[in-house]
């Protein structure tokens, strides 16, 4: 699928693969180009492996160790059934001897900066990093960061009920994290803290981005409705094997969520 977003865009993604991964070489798997390489020092510490798809063509940052059993699986299952969690499963039965899994697949998200929305139905707070490291309680807000540049957070009788971070990744990217509080029943919340975010990094020349699990629809509907597009999907490596959720969401408020499965068929594997 070929995206169709403007070429500095396309400039500004490249370059954020370029600072996560070092090509050494190009391989061509059934008419698809894997470009193979080195993952940053940084991320190699926390994921020592990196999947991403973009413009019809992957990217594959991994330890040499793995590599030829992971092109071999790219060219047995194809695109699709990698970025999936049947390719989440098989990937992590490569890596496991190894002591690392992978997470995914993650929809990454991007904007226009012409094209961002500023959404204002709350008023929105703007906490440094020791503030937010104060106020913001990481238990509940868990997709936020602790060493953010700046957080953005929607108060009521001085309780936060939605915030959102943005953490650097370097001069030029920062990634947006965001969440509302379970009890918080006002609307908007989510999408005002996460579009001040996007906002105050443009204004201070920092371009925003954010990854979402395909079954988490509120927090896709919150990103699209700020501008952001999806421009590609990952899977990073991690230290434990984790499985993603059931779909959260619905709809709408009209229509009634059933599970297709009984509760019996859920993974019995969890405990």
């Not at 699709?80 to 002591?99: N, P």
Request: aromatic share 14%.
């Amino acid at each position: 699928m070929t995206l169709d977003i403007s070429e500095t865009l396309d400039r500004t993604i490249k370059s954020w693969i370029k600072e996560k991964l070092t090509v050494t070489e190009r391989v061509k798997i059934k008419e698809k180009i894997v470009h193979v390489g080195d993952i940053s020092k940084e991320e190699k510490n926390e994921r020592p492996i990196w999947f991403f798809d973009y413009q019809n063509e992957i990217y594959l940052g991994s330890n040499e160790n793995v590599r030829e059993e992971i092109l071999d699986l790219i060219d047995r299952l194809g695109r699709d059934m990698i970025f999936s969690a049947f390719g989440m499963y098989e990937i992590s039965r490569i890596t496991h001897k190894f002591g690392y899994y992978v997470w995914g697949p993650s929809w990454f998200m991007f904007a226009e900066q012409n094209q961002w929305i500023n959404i204002n139905k709350h008023k929105v707070e703007i906490l440094n990093q020791k503030e937010t490291e104060k106020q913001l309680d990481f238990g509940i807000f868990w997709h936020n960061y602790r060493n953010c540049i700046r957080s953005f957070v929607v108060k009521k009788n001085k309780k936060i009920l939605a915030a959102a971070t943005l953490f650097k990744i370097n001069d030029n990217f920062a990634e947006i994290g965001v969440d509302t509080h379970p009890e918080a029943q006002l609307s908007g919340l989510g999408s005002t803290v996460y579009s001040a975010a996007g906002t105050w990094a443009y204004e201070n020349n920092i371009i925003p981005f954010s990854s979402v699990g395909p079954w988490n629809v509120p927090s896709t509907r919150t990103q699209l409705k700020c501008g952001m597009k999806y421009v590609g999907v990952d899977m990073k490596g991690t230290k434990e094997f984790k499985v993603p959720p059931q779909i959260l969401g619905s709809p709408s408020r009209e229509i009634r969520v059933e599970n297709y499965y009984p509760k019996w068929a859920f993974n019995k594997e969890i405990y």
